[in-house]
């Protein structure tokens, strides 16, 4: 995973978002908003470039607050029995509808993290096995330059499938933070920045 040192004009901003995980382990597309108000105002050419973002997931009724690690249910029960689900998470300047919509080369997304896993259950009780793939295709992976923004920047999660640990029918959390620096934007930046949003 790349990273990218603070520059002396960068500033660090962090925020918490919740968001909801019912019964079945699933949660449709939310999104949650970090207010860059403070740094960004097109009348007046103030813009941020988001150099890198950092995501940190919570359970905040754990012991700890850590996420755990394993994600699924084991149904010892039923020899053959295959559950699969997943978590994405991702940063992006504009509210796409269908979570499936949302990639790397997707128009407005500034950064993508999911989390999927599959277990199987091959001979009942005496034999299981569990699998995790994290992929993180971050700011400096995708924008080495930094994004620019001018406006507000949403947070999107959805969850598929997360069934058999605490998360279930519960309220967990983002920790967000990112590193950007302070620019004036000219109207080539905002040009730029349309021609980006219509580019798929």
């Not at 009348?43 to 905040?60: C, S, V, Y």
């Not at 995790?132 to 001018?150: A, K, M, N």
Request: glycine letters at 8%.
């Amino acid at each position: 995973m790349n990273s990218m040192a603070k520059g002396s004009n960068d500033v660090i901003l962090r925020d918490r978002l919740q968001f909801d995980i019912d019964a079945l382990g699933d949660t449709a597309l939310v999104y949650g908003r970090i207010d860059l108000s403070d740094y960004v105002s097109i009348p007046e050419n103030k813009g941020l470039a988001i150099k890198e973002i950092r995501f940190q997931m919570r359970d905040p009724t754990s012991a700890i607050g850590n996420w755990p690690v394993n994600l699924g249910q084991f149904d010892m029960a039923n020899v053959g029995n295959q559950s699969r689900g997943a978590l994405k998470v991702f940063a992006t300047t504009t509210a796409y509808e269908d979570v499936t919509d949302v990639g790397i080369a997707s128009p407005n997304v500034i950064c993508v993290y999911t989390q999927d896993y599959v277990i199987n259950t091959d001979n009942g009780a005496t034999y299981a096995w569990y699998d995790r793939r994290d992929e993180f295709f971050g700011t400096p992976d995708l924008h080495p330059e930094g994004y620019d923004v001018v406006t507000d920047l949403l947070i999107g999660v959805a969850c598929d499938s997360i069934r058999g640990v605490s998360l279930e029918d519960s309220t967990v959390e983002i920790d967000v933070m990112l590193i950007a620096e302070p620019k004036k934007i000219t109207q080539k930046d905002l040009t730029q920045m349309l021609t980006q949003a219509q580019d798929l």
